[in-house]
Every structure is written in C-alpha cells, then in structure tokens.
C-alpha cells in the first residue's frame, strides 16, 4: 500500500513538472510551444544606434612598432605584425564640455544623496533624477542642505560659498575579469574580485603652473576648464585613474538607459589598449610613420599637419599656443582628429620596456591593476601620440612613452573605445 501511494506521488510529481515547464514554455514571447528546440534571446531586442561622436576601426592586420630608424636606440617597440579586432572609437579626444557632463552627474548625485531626492531599494539609495533635475543651485535652503559639498568657512574668497571640487568623487565599482580568470582562484566566491573605490574626479587646474616652471600660465589654470571658449577642447589635467572611472561612468550612463527602455545593455566603454591606439592611429597605413603617411610635418603647400612644437619652439606657427580644438587639422583615413598632437592620450596599457618581445600577436595587451602602495614602476601607464609641447619625434605612430597613473598633465587626455558590432541599425535581430 506504501510503494503504490509512493507511485502515485512520483507520477502526480512528474506531472506537476511536465505542466510546470508547459508554463514557462508559453511564457516566451514569440517562441512556438512546439515541444522543438527555437532557441532564446538573452535579452530583449537590440535596438542601439550608432554612439554619437565614434567611428568604427575595422579589424585588420599592421606591423606595429617603428616605421623607421629608432633614433633613441632604446629597442622598446621592436617591428612586429599584429592583428586586431574591431572596435569603435572616439573620433577626437574627450573634450571639457563632455567631460563636464560626467562631473555635473557626480555633483548632481551626491546632492541628491543629500537632499533625499529618492528611495533605499534593497539597501542603495536609488536617485530620483526627476527630482534631481530641479535642484536650484543658488537657493539658500539648497545650500543648506548640501552644506558637506561646500568649501569649509576658511577656505572661502570673500565668504562665498562654492561647490568644493575635492569632494566630488565617483563611487566605483568593478569586476576584476583578469583576476578571476586565474586557474588558482576557480571556485572562490565572486565578491574577492569585485573593486570597490571611491575615485575625485574634478581636473587638476593647478598643472598649467605645475608643469612649467618660471612660465606665466595663470590664466590657463583660471579659464580652460571653465569658459565656454575652451568647451570643445581637449580636457586635460585628468589622470589615467580618472579616466578609467570616466569610462566607468560612461558605461553606467548608457545601460541604465538601455534598461529602461528593456534593451540589451551593452559591453563596457574603456580606454585603448596601446595596440588598439596604434592601429586606429595608422588609420589603415600599414608602414608610414604619422597618421597622414611618410614623412614630412607639412604638406605640400608648408602649413603643420598637427599642433606639436615646431623647430625650436615656435608654438604658434600651428595654429595654435597651447592646445586646439578637439576636431581641429584633417583626420585620419578611419576619421580620427588630432591622433598627432594636440594633447598625449592615455591607454590601458601597462609601461614594461620588453612587452612587444611576449605578447601575443592577436589583440595584444599588458595590463597591471597597480594598487596605492605598489612601487612607481608598477605604476607606469603608456601613453600616446605627442603633445602640443612636444617635438615631432612623439608624433609618429610607433613613438611609446609612459607616465604615472595618478599623475596628472596639462599635456595628457584620452578617448574611449567600445566593442560594438560594425554595422548599428534599428530593429536588429
């Protein structure tokens, strides 16, 4: 009698199962309920248009390193080919009205924080941005409850009270993929690779004074970042930190959307690796020595082709004393401005003399997740492209140099890249 009433719960069981994958079956948008395999999306629909101000690098193979005679005798970019996948990239460098728009967000979101301008779901405070939209900035009871964003009294100018630049800082939080993807660590529990970090992420104005001694630059340091006039121009004073969690926030902003609208989120906006700079930087010139060709700085009618520093220091015969703007002399052949001169660029890239003589020839990449209390060496970050106070030497494609990931320059600025299909048309399947 037992066995015939355990029977009859196995069978009621299995039926119960049967009915229950029945349900989910029908739950499917669009798929039969055949019992036949159809396959199903991971997501919803993917509808992304192509990203605003980026052109597409196809994949393709080059020879990487020097395109002509190594004049330090340095021997640390050897001639090797390389083949590297598509991606999208920044057509000019991040410019300071971009970039400001990443800064407002922090400062609009730590105030909203402040002035409870949302709800605690699951333990996070989740902005209402709605709300956060109408903060009036110059209202009095708005000072008041943002009072920890602003200057402390001795540090005002005739007692105004001002958002303290120090204090904006992005919260970061990512994935260490590298780490986790090491054999030693299968099986250990997500949360040892997750990073978590709080980054301030206002440019350092005080570095037109800092990198030039005995040079009149005030006003520089008083206006670039904060007059319209510089708005499309390449913003600087950013180190590589900084620009990472640009990229970070870049990515934040973009699937937040997407998840609103119940589409498929995207792959992360990132810096170049430096071979990816290279590549885009050739614009499909295999061999020549500058993004235009070989092997002059001039055209044939004698006008610069970049703003860098010419013969002894003539700055201005360019076009321009400092930096231009961002989208200033005639791309590349992929459509990319100022990949010579203007401001240097950071990579994702870890600095080591001898990389080219290991890494792999397909997508090649060094990376080193260096920590505060690493040594300055680990610290090193290459950086590409010369500047518009270098010398012609730093222009040509192949020419790597580093500088140190929290250090900041007024010659120093970045553009992102992202790995997204060639082709971005509505309604995709």
């Known amino acids: 009698m037992k066995m015939k009433n355990l029977s009859t719960l196995t069978a009621l069981s299995a039926l119960m199962l049967m009915t229950a ?117 110059e209202d009095k009871a708005t000072i008041e409850k943002i009072d920890q964003l602003i200057v402390v009294p001795d540090n005002r100018i005739f007692g105004k009270k001002e958002i303290d630049p120090a204090k904006l800082k992005y919260h970061s939080e990512t994935f260490d993929l590298k780490e986790a993807s090491q054999r030693m660590n299968e099986g250990k529990p997500r949360g040892q690779f997750i990073r978590k970090k709080d980054v301030p992420i206002y440019p350092d104005t005080l570095v037109w004074i800092r990198d030039f001694s005995y040079s009149y630059n005030e006003p520089m340091t008083k206006r670039y970042y904060s007059h319209p006039a510089f708005g499309n121009y390449p913003v600087v004073g950013v180190n590589w930190n900084q620009a990472t969690v640009f990229c970070e926030w870049r990515t934040h902003y973009l699937n ?27 614009g499909g010139r295999s061999q020549s020595m500058f993004p235009w060709g070989n092997y002059y700085l001039r055209n044939k009618k004698g006008c610069l082709l970049a703003n860098f520093k010419p013969g002894r220091g003539n700055y201005p015969e360019d076009g321009g004393f400092y930096t231009v703007r961002a989208d200033a002399y005639w791309p590349n052949d992929f459509g990319l401005y100022c990949m010579a001169g203007n401001v240097a660029e950071w990579t994702s890239s870890f600095y080591y003399e001898g990389s080219y003589n290991f890494q792999h020839d397909m997508n090649p990449d060094i990376r080193w997740n260096a920590k505060d209390s690493d040594p300055p060496r680990m610290k090193r970050k290459v950086i590409r492209g010369g500047s518009w106070k270098d010398v012609g030497y730093f222009l040509q494609t192949s020419t790597r140099t580093y500088e140190y990931q929290d250090t900041s320059k007024s010659y120093i600025g970045f553009r992102c890249v992202i790995d997204l299909p060639p082709t971005l048309t509505n309604n995709r399947r």
């Open 256 to 282: 937040s959307f997407l998840e609103k609208k119940r589409l498929a989120t995207e792959s992360d906006f990132r810096l170049p690796t430096e071979s990816e700079w290279e590549y885009a930087s050739r």
């Open 21 to 137: 994958c029945g349900k989910i079956g029908k739950s499917h948008k669009g798929l039969p309920d055949d019992g036949q395999l159809h396959g199903a999306s991971p997501a919803n629909a993917y509808n992304l248009s192509k990203p605003p101000g980026m052109v597409y690098i196809p994949p393709g193979t080059f020879h990487m390193g020097p395109s002509d005679e190594d004049i330090n005798y340095a021997y640390t970019a050897r001639n090797r080919q390389t083949s590297i996948n598509g991606f999208w990239m920044d057509a000019t460098e991040i410019t300071n009205n971009e970039y400001r728009q990443f800064t407002n967000w922090v400062r609009d979101s730590i105030a909203a924080t402040l002035m409870q301008y949302g709800k605690d779901v699951d333990g996070h405070f989740q902005i209402d941005w709605k709300k956060a939209s109408t903060i009036k900035w």
